[in-house]
């Protein structure tokens, strides 16, 4: 009962009374009477449970619980912090707590579509390697050196990546694409910016989870990526690059299958398809796409924070109808959550680290009313 309970608590910052509690508990194991939750509640408070008023509880903020979780495939451990209060502008609401506790309790077919940036690297976000990135020493992070005077944003080097690397980035691409599947309607995207060193493993990962691969939208931008010499070997192979010079990003493409025809599909759900840029227009594959401007990198600062000119771009595509919400996982510094306000759309941000939470709750509404170039 303590796990079902906590689980009924762990996304509600402003808590619940016994009766919406004891509802949650019965979902979730069965039928339960109010008078035992009531009992549980007072036994653990204050060890675990905060009374804020009346019959209503909150989980105890300085609490920290260890929850089972188990999917088709894989056991694991949820630990459950309570979360901040949620941030809100607009239409956008912003979770600070960790994707995969939200998506295990989220409610099933009520996220339209997906657009994020996920940590494909997954040793890049680890807190060791962000201390590095912060204090500009590097590690997994290459930090280049300033060009024209500009100084260059680091980049995550995946070619450091070992074999168990790769394969902890498939697991996890897995694990958080089963969790995903219940939550999206039929025929939900699913867009997943990606690298063309790792796009396999990703696809192959989320493939295997039920979504179906619909292609990639190649978003051309020059990066920093690729195109050196050999290192310390610079003279003696001055007409040879390691690797091409990367002048693109893929955005994998996935959808949750539909219901019927597309047609009947969009009737009932709202999506199948993608939203044209005009009747004449079909959405393309292909986005011409500048690198993320000084002006956005200094109101959201965040090493992999996309342009708003390409975001809304997709963002608009991926609800063919204009209707629904648009779900960002790993939101970061919340720029797929203010791509989806400049366009009157309804959002949801997942992000766990507590100071790209604060960047993002400043960076919203700002990015939301630049003019994309």
Same mark, same amino acid.
């Given at each position: 009962m303590r796990d079902a309970i906590i689980e009924t608590l762990a996304y509600r910052p402003r808590g619940a009374t016994v009766a919406e509690i004891a509802q949650g508990v019965s979902e979730r194991i069965g039928p339960t009477p109010p008078s035992s939750i009531r009992s549980y509640l007072r036994l653990n408070t204050p060890k675990l449970f905060t009374k804020i008023d009346r019959g209503h509880y909150v989980v105890r903020e300085e609490a920290q619980v260890t929850l089972p979780f188990t999917d088709r495939q894989n056991d694991y451990r949820l630990v459950v912090t309570p979360p901040r209060e949620a941030f809100r502008f607009g239409n956008a609401t912003? %979770?600070?707590?960790?994707?995969?506790?939200w998506l295990a309790n989220a409610q099933?077919?009520? %996220?339209?579509?997906?657009?994020?940036?996920? #940590?494909?690297?997954?040793?890049?976000?680890?807190?060791?390697? =962000?201390a590095k990135l912060r204090a500009g020493r590097g590690g997994v992070w290459r930090i280049p050196p300033s060009f024209d005077g500009n100084k260059r944003s680091p980049l995550p080097r995946f070619t450091v990546l070992s074999r168990d690397d790769i394969g902890d980035l498939?697991?996890?691409?897995?694990?958080?694409?089963?969790?995903?599947?219940?939550?999206?309607?039929?025929?939900a995207h699913v867009l997943i910016a990606s690298n063309p060193l790792l796009s396999f493993v990703v696809a192959n990962a989320v493939t295997r989870a039920g979504f179906e691969r619909r292609g990639? %939208?190649?978003?051309?931008?020059?990066?920093?990526?690729?195109?050196?010499?050999?290192?310390? &070997?610079?003279?003696?192979? &001055?007409?040879?690059?390691?690797?091409?010079?990367?002048?693109?990003?893929?955005?994998? %493409?996935?959808?949750?299958p539909i219901?019927?025809?597309? =047609?009947?599909?969009?009737?009932?759900?709202?999506?199948?398809?993608?939203?044209?840029p005009s009747k004449d227009q079909p959405f393309g594959d292909v986005i011409a796409s500048a690198p993320t401007r000084k002006v956005e990198r200094v109101l959201a600062p965040h090493p992999s924070l996309k342009p =708003? &000119?390409?975001?809304?771009?997709?963002?608009?595509?991926?609800? #063919?109808l204009g209707e629904g919400t648009i779900l960002d996982p790993f939101a970061g510094a919340g720029s797929t959550l203010a791509a989806a306000e400049a366009?009157?759309?309804?959002?949801?941000?997942?992000?766990?680290?507590?100071?790209?939470?604060?960047?993002?709750r400043l960076a919203i509404p700002k990015l939301r009313a630049l003019k994309p170039s």
């Open positions: 912003l %979770i600070h707590g960790d994707c995969f506790e099933t077919n009520s %996220i339209e579509a997906v657009v994020t940036d996920p #940590p494909y690297g997954l040793v890049e976000y680890s807190e060791e390697e =962000q498939e697991r996890f691409f897995f694990s958080w694409t089963r969790l995903l599947f219940p939550v999206v309607v039929p025929g990639e %939208i190649i978003r051309l931008t020059m990066t920093m990526r690729g195109g050196d010499r050999p290192k310390a &070997a610079h003279t003696e192979f &001055a007409e040879v690059s390691v690797m091409p010079r990367s002048m693109w990003e893929p955005w994998l %493409i996935f959808r949750k219901e019927g025809r597309v =047609q009947d599909n969009l009737r009932r759900w709202k999506t199948g398809g993608f939203r044209r =708003q &000119a390409f975001l809304r771009k997709i963002v608009r595509a991926v609800l #063919p366009l009157g759309y309804n959002s949801i941000g997942i992000e766990k680290d507590s100071r790209y939470f604060d960047v993002a």
